[in-house]
């Protein structure tokens, strides 16, 4: 399968301006590289850089150094040093990310949260709707609440209906940010069949995931991100 990222030589830092200049070096030196069809799974203990990654890999933290490229509308794209238009591109036809919480849209009905990513690729309304209740239904959103604003809802209805919204679209390139977390086994078995649909058609997918069964159920590849490992290390999961 082709390689959708690459990854190279990646660092983050953050400097403590209230510790008198104290550098944190988060990401030094990361290299790896994805492929369509495969779900490379972050691993290492809280503190190691997971979440720092991800929110790196979009474009929410600058990185120090490195390169990160993506396959984007048929050519590749280095993020790192990129143009905001370009990463605006990038977030809207190539990368998803379903963070660990969803972001309340004040009055905005949750069908309507779920359907924007659709909406905004050209989607007919009636072919996002039809997509967005599917996705709503199997994951256990009660229908009564499909036309209210989610920031009335429940933490765990908020979390399904932002994973909901992450896989409304077929994303090349996925960033996992513990979609499984704080979910019943019911919902959390619903999430695992949604990555495991999106492996086959083609994504690739980089994730956090503390729940050993999710880890079990879709990774292909981890990457071992202990702040000891040096290089970081690549491995296949083995039972």
Not at 41 to 60: E, M, P
Not at 168 to 184: C, I, K, Q, R
Request: charged residues 20%.
């Amino acid at each position: 399968m082709n390689t959708l990222i690459e990854v190279s030589d990646l660092s983050k830092t953050f400097t403590l301006h209230q510790q008198h200049g104290v550098v944190l070096n988060v990401l030094n030196g990361l290299s790896f590289s994805v492929r369509a069809g495969e779900c490379l799974v972050l691993h290492g203990q809280s503190g190691a850089g997971k979440s720092t990654l991800l929110r790196t890999l979009y474009g929410n933290y600058l990185a120090a150094g490195g390169s990160i490229r993506m396959l984007h509308d048929g050519a590749w794209v280095d993020l790192v040093g990129a143009e905001p238009r370009q990463v605006l591109a990038v977030r809207r036809q190539t990368l998803g990310y379903v963070s660990q919480f969803l972001r309340v849209i004040p009055r905005v009905a949750t069908l309507d949260v779920v359907m924007e990513p659709a909406l905004a690729r050209g989607w007919s309304k009636a072919d996002a709707q039809a997509r967005a209740e599917r996705l709503l239904g199997r994951l256990n959103i009660p229908q009564a609440l499909w036309q209210l604003a989610p920031g009335t809802f429940s933490g765990g209805e908020q979390q399904r209906v932002n994973i909901a919204r992450g896989f409304m679209v077929a994303w090349p390139l996925m960033l996992l940010d513990e979609p499984t977390a704080s979910l019943d086994d019911a919902n959390r078995q619903v999430v695992l069949e949604l990555i495991n649909e999106a492996k086959a058609a083609g994504s690739a997918l980089i994730g956090i995931f503390h729940d050993r069964a999710a880890r079990e159920a879709v990774a292909d590849r981890f990457l071992d991100m202990t702040h000891d490992a040096a290089p970081k290390q690549e491995y296949v999961y083995a039972s």
